[in-house]
């Protein structure tokens, strides 16, 4: 095992920490570096899946404050005192807020959106997508440095793998942190969860999404249905256009302003592929598109695409999965 530490912060959802987060642990490992899970906002009833992994050591903090102006002088203090040569964690929203503030205050490199990380003897090489998708580009950062890199990668663009010989003789800590909220520090946003029985578009292996080709919120159904027959790892997701046409909530918008996902199978239906939804959903393993105009954008991205008019294939699709599920 290496004695390059890594310290990964670990996104929860529900009280489980997130595939997304679980990968990145499984990855480090994998690369024979020390893994590190910090776990903020939850208890330790919650670190099962977290031990599982092998992670050396974990830190969890039980206290729910998502304010990342706290935060940031919180970690900054732990990480000067831990030392990791390299912070990891998920592109997500929450994090996209909090660790730009984290690296100001450490003085630290920091990439979002990145593709891959390696070491070499003296550096750190990182893929990272530019331009909504358009292109990507090589960082390379130097390891020997005192600066700790903070680099958020895309979700899902490592993946878990089993191992035999997992370290189940975790070190885990409980983190004090007394802190008072004052009028400098008042969160002014609120976090709003929809009950629903689908997974969340960024842990959803499958993905059904509709544009302005679903012409109403009523057609939404349609893919509701569709995604019924896919299975239970399926989520519905949607285009710019119609999140803001007020058809579905912008929970469900997938693009460069809304969720990056990186599913196994990405079903667009009626989205014509502008460059903001195909940098939100580029990186699926398989892309389907479905569409009437043969000129749509995403016909020249998709692994497999459908022309014609998906109210007429989409029940057909549904019709022969049911067939072959009995």
Not at 131 to 139: D, F, L, Q, R
Not at 150 to 156: A, E, V, W
Not at 200 to 225: C, N, Y
Not at 261 to 287: D, F, K, N, T, W
Request: hydrophobic letters at 35%.
């Amino acid at each position: 095992m290496s004695s390059v530490n890594i310290l990964i912060s670990v996104d929860f959802l529900e009280g489980q920490p997130k595939t997304s987060s679980l990968d990145l642990i499984s990855f480090v490992r994998q690369q024979g570096w020390m893994a590190h899970a910090l776990c903020l906002g939850t208890n330790k009833e919650s670190l099962e899946k977290i031990t599982e992994t092998g992670a050396e050591k974990i830190f969890f903090h039980s206290q729910k404050n998502p304010n990342p102006q706290i935060l940031a002088p919180f970690l900054y203090n732990f990480v000067k005192e831990q030392k990791p040569a390299l912070i990891l964690a998920s592109s997500s929203q929450h994090n996209l807020d909090l660790f730009p503030r984290l690296a100001m205050r450490l003085k630290s490199p920091f990439l979002s959106d990145c593709l891959s990380l390696k070491q070499t003897e003296k550096a750190w090489i990182i893929e990272k997508s530019l331009y909504a998708g358009k292109c990507t580009a090589s960082c390379t950062l130097e390891s020997s440095s005192d600066k700790t890199p903070i680099i958020l990668m895309r979700p899902h663009q490592v993946q878990q793998q089993q191992t035999t010989s997992q370290n189940r003789d975790n070190s885990i800590t409980e983190l004090t942190w007394n802190f008072t909220e004052n009028d400098n520090y008042t969160l002014t946003q609120k976090k709003q969860t929809q009950k629903t029985k689908r997974p969340d578009l960024t842990e959803a292996q499958i993905i059904v999404s509709g544009g302005r080709g679903m012409q109403g919120p009523e057609h939404f159904k349609l893919l509701e249905d569709l995604a019924d027959t896919l299975g239970p790892q399926t989520a519905v997701g949607a285009s710019r256009a119609v999140t803001d046409a007020g058809w579905c909530p912008h929970t469900m918008q997938v693009g460069q302003t809304g969720k990056t996902v990186s599913p196994q199978l990405y079903i667009a239906c009626g989205i014509s592929g502008a460059i903001q939804h195909l940098a939100g959903m580029s990186s699926s393993r398989i892309i389907v598109a479905i569409n009437k105009d043969p000129q749509a954008p995403l016909f020249q991205k998709c692994h497999y695409g459908i022309v014609g008019n998906l109210f007429e294939i989409i029940p057909f699709l549904i019709k022969e999965l049911k067939t072959v599920k009995k």
